[in-house]
């Protein structure tokens, strides 16, 4: 029997990328801010339609200096229902996480939420655009305005996605993307910073590369989080791509909604209003109506060979090293609780057909058979 993994990378041709490989070989230039890496920020930021955009040899590096870059303090809200790297990155910085609860249609955080959760000591706001779907912007940046609070957005899921007509990238002060293997545009690893001025890219960079502008001078305490050569050069080369990847992963995504759509019990991400959205994830919501409970439709999936995923669970509040915060508390947390024991993002990835997907449905539509 096959095994279905629940994602596979984008692979660029491996002869185009043979090429490349020569040409950093004959350069001899493997880092320090070279020419693929240059023409990478170059390419990333045209597509995207920001201006200013850093590259980063992960996201999880860029989070951290994003917060370093504001110099945030104090206490961030954010959100339970995330990959544990948003909140790690609060906690490298010495800040205080303060989780919020999520709207339950959006899985996004609420804005009401957030507002009950302001203290004086609150410095900025860490919202999450999960799975790809903005959040409530407009709220986030009128509680902000109210309150002179930063706003760093983690858009790790959110490449290329638009709202209003133009990147979601370009609101809050700064947005943070992922290009890790598992995302819709990888560069293996790697991530970046979106700014919005000359300014705070320098500052950036400057902060990636341990604070070093010359051979003289340091003029702030970075670290190292620069993306090398390869990693760059990938990354361009899988950019010629990325149209085609999501074209196919929509083609996927389509395909598994007109299938499930009608499964009582079961209850899909709407993401109707939604403008160039990536189709970087399909969850499923098992509800009460369904045969089984989520972790037992987990289980049935496995012993079929399909690997699907509890994204996100545990809720990050859950985890020991910040259940003791008091937000942390499920009762403060209803919605992302609700979500978190119901959520299984079933496989999605470029390459995925018809006929593995009518495998999976099969097992979904059918769990107390097996």
């Known amino acids: 029997m096959k095994k279905i993994f629940v994602t596979k990378p984008s692979l660029p041709p491996k002869d ?13 230039y493997i880092t320090n801010d070279g020419d693929f890496h240059k023409k990478l920020e170059k ?38 229902y995330s990959f544990v790297a948003t909140t790690n990155s609060l906690i490298w910085n010495g800040i205080t996480p303060v989780f919020a609860d999520i709207d339950e249609h959006s899985c996004n955080m609420s804005v009401d939420a957030v507002e009950k959760a302001i203290t004086p000591q609150t410095t900025a706001l860490m919202p999450v655009h999960v799975y790809g779907t903005p959040c409530d912007m407009e709220g986030m940046e009128a509680l902000a305005k109210k309150h002179n609070l930063k706003i760093i957005y983690d858009a790790a899921h959110a490449f290329g996605v638009k709202y209003n007509g133009q990147s979601i990238l370009n609101y809050g002060d700064l947005s943070i993307l992922s290009f890790h293997a598992t995302k819709v545009y990888n560069t293996i690893e790697g991530g970046a910073i979106i700014s919005h001025s000359a300014e705070m890219k320098t500052k950036i960079d400057n902060l990636k590369n341990f604070g070093i502008t010359d051979e003289l001078t340091v003029v702030d305490s970075g670290i190292n989080a620069k993306m090398n050569e390869v990693q760059a ?15 196919l992963r929509k083609e996927a995504h389509d395909y598994y909604a007109s299938q499930l759509k009608d499964v009582p019990g079961l209850n899909l991400l709407d993401i109707s209003s939604i403008e160039n959205y990536n189709y970087g994830y399909f969850p499923v919501f098992v509800g009460e109506n369904y045969p089984v409970n989520r972790d037992q439709l987990y289980d049935i999936l496995m012993k079929a060979g399909i690997y699907s995923r509890r994204y996100f669970y545990p809720l990050i509040s859950d985890f020991p090293i910040y259940a003791s915060i008091p937000s942390a508390n499920r009762s403060n947390l209803p919605h992302a609780v609700k979500l978190t024991e ?17 495998r999976i449905v099969d097992v979904v539509k059918n769990p107390e058979k097996r």
């Open 16 to 28: 185009q990328f043979y090429q490349l490989i020569d040409e950093i070989w004959e350069s001899e």
């Open 43 to 80: 390419a990333l930021s045209e597509y995207l339609e920001v201006d200013h955009i850093s590259v980063f040899s992960n996201g999880t590096l860029a989070l951290i200096t994003a917060l370093q870059a504001l110099n945030i303090k104090g206490e961030v809200i954010t959100t339970p």
């Open 233 to 247: 050069a990938y990354g361009l080369l899988n950019l010629k791509y990325i149209d085609e990847n999501i074209r």
């Open 342 to 358: 119901s959520v299984l993002c079933l496989p999605l990835y470029a390459k995925l057909d018809r006929s593995t997907i009518d």
